[in-house]
Each structure stands twice: as structure tokens, then as C-alpha cells.
């Protein structure tokens, strides 16, 4: 249920529907609903999450979801849900309890919801600036992205500020490289421990052809550091997950400023039915 406080997002986490002008810069706090889909359910699943966005929709709630199903890794789902600060997570919470009706048909998505997933969970993450590579980019580019890698580092207890080193030397290391790939990082502070999660968008999977050529570039450009970095990642990082998502508009909730960059991806025309032919006689 992604618009209830039960159940459970790189990203929608660049605005608010309630934003007048479009953000420039990530979203301060994400949170998370990370859904397994049962094998052979995900056309059901889609279905009921495209009527959770309607509703959202229909009933105006002004905070926004980005929908996201995975291409690779394990049969997931996630949505994610942007906000500025826990104040601002506190209007969304109460928002959803003042409005009886939105939680009545909610409730009832839910359950259907539920019969397509394995399980589920939530996760609340911070923005790490310091940790990112050109933010402004990936928010402004994000309405016309089609994929999202995601990276997820989960790092050993206590070492978190030999990562913060590593990040240091990568990102010093893509501005040198003059890298084109804007990223964006979010430590999680709940629902999991010890992770980050790197957010990479694309528009499509030809750009993913660069990418050996771009990770020789980024070492080279690390010089001297490149052992530092290597032997800090080995000594903080105890494993990683990688997936690709696809975007997908017909379970987000997106503002305005992401239809009218692309209006036929977030908001396709309907196709109309399929004439019925007449009977004729002979």
C-alpha cells in the first residue's frame, strides 16, 4: 500500500505534486516500499497498483510516487515517496489519517494487493550530498529517464567513515573524468541496516555500452588513490546488490512538470478498442 503507513523508491523522490516550480535538488528524505511479486502475478500486480495511482490521482494527494519494476535481481517492485524533511513526512502521515474515504478504498486495494506479493518491506533513507555527483543534473534529467541502476552497498558496522573516504576519491574522481552520468546517493537510517543506496538514471540501455570504457576512465583518473580506494572498499564493504529498473507511469503519481516533459511516456493517450466488425448477411 503505497499511500498507507503499512507496507512498503534514484526518482518521484525529486518532487512533491504540491511544488510550484521543479525542484533542483533531491528530495532530503525517500521513503522506500519494496514489494516481491509471486512468480507469473506481476500483470495482476500491475493492474491493482495502476488503481492505487488512480485513486491517488482521483483524491489529489499531493505527495508524489515513483513506480519502478525490476528488470534484474529478484522479482521486485518499488515505489518511492520524496519528502523534505520528517515534518514534511509527518503532513504526509496526517494527511492520509484525516482522509476516511482514501484510506476506505486503500484498504480494499490492499488486500488485492497483497494476494500477488511474497513480501514486503519499507525503508526510510537521508540524502548524502557529499556522497552524490552532479544532483541539479539528475533532477533535471530525471522526467525524460526510462532506467534506474541501483546500487546497493551494505557496509560492515563502524565503518561508515572509511566509505564516506571511498565516496570521496570516487567522486573527485568523476568530476576529473568529467564523467556524464549523474548519481545520486541515500544512506537508509531505517528498515535496514549499514546500507546505501546508489541511484544511476539512463534512457535507454544503449548508454550501458559505455560503461567499461567510462569505469577505466574513472580509475585512471583515481591516480595514486585508486589502492586506497580499492582497499578501503575491500576492508568497509561487506557485499553489494545491483539492479535496473524500468520506470514505470501507469503506477506513478507525477507532478505536472514530469508529464510536460514527456507527456506520451507519463501520460499516454488510451489506445482506443478495436472496431467490432458487423455481421453481414449473404
Not at 548524502?128 to 529517464?145: D, G, I
Not at 524500468?246 to 499516454?268: C, E, H, M, Q, Y
Amino acid at each position: 500500500m503505497r499511500y498507507a503507513h503499512a507496507g512498503l523508491l534514484v526518482a518521484a523522490f525529486v518532487l512533491p505534486l504540491t511544488a510550484q516550480e521543479p525542484r533542483t535538488e533531491p528530495a532530503s528524505l525517500i521513503r522506500i516500499f519494496c514489494e516481491r511479486i509471486k512468480e507469473g502475478h506481476e500483470t495482476a500486480h500491475e493492474a491493482v497498483e495502476k488503481k492505487f495511482a488512480a485513486a491517488a490521482r482521483k483524491a489529489k494527494f499531493p505527495w508524489g510516487v515513483l513506480g519502478m519494476d525490476a528488470v534484474t535481481g529478484p522479482n521486485e517492485v518499488w515505489f518511492i515517496q520524496p519528502f523534505d524533511s520528517f515534518a514534511d513526512f509527518q503532513k504526509a502521515w496526517d494527511a492520509f489519517d484525516q482522509s476516511t474515504a482514501m484510506k476506505a478504498e486503500m484498504e480494499t486495494l490492499g488486500v488485492q494487493d497483497g494476494e500477488q506479493r511474497v513480501s514486503g518491506r519499507t525503508l526510510l533513507a537521508r540524502y548524502r550530498p557529499a556522497m552524490s555527483y552532479r544532483a541539479t543534473e539528475a533532477v533535471a534529467n530525471l522526467p525524460r529517464m526510462r532506467y534506474v541502476q541501483v546500487l546497493a552497498i551494505h557496509v560492515k558496522p563502524g565503518y561508515d567513515s572509511t566509505v564516506h573516504e571511498v565516496a570521496r576519491i570516487g567522486i573527485a574522481a568523476l568530476e576529473k573524468a568529467n564523467d556524464e552520468r549523474p548519481l545520486l546517493t541515500y544512506q537508509v537510517i531505517s528498515g535496514e541496516a549499514n546500507t546505501y543506496l546508489l541511484f544511476r538514471a539512463t534512457a535507454d540501455w544503449a548508454s550501458l555500452d559505455k560503461e567499461d570504457d567510462q569505469a577505466r576512465a574513472l580509475y585512471g583518473a583515481m591516480g595514486e588513490d585508486l589502492r586506497k580506494y580499492v582497499g578501503g572498499a575491500r576492508e568497509a564493504i561487506s557485499s553489494e546488490d545491483s539492479m535496473i529498473f524500468a520506470l514505470n507511469a501507469g503506477t506513478s503519481v507525477v507532478p505536472k512538470s514530469f508529464v510536460d516533459a514527456d507527456p506520451a511516456f507519463w501520460r499516454p493517450k488510451p489506445v482506443p478498442a478495436p472496431k467490432k466488425k458487423t455481421a453481414t448477411t449473404k
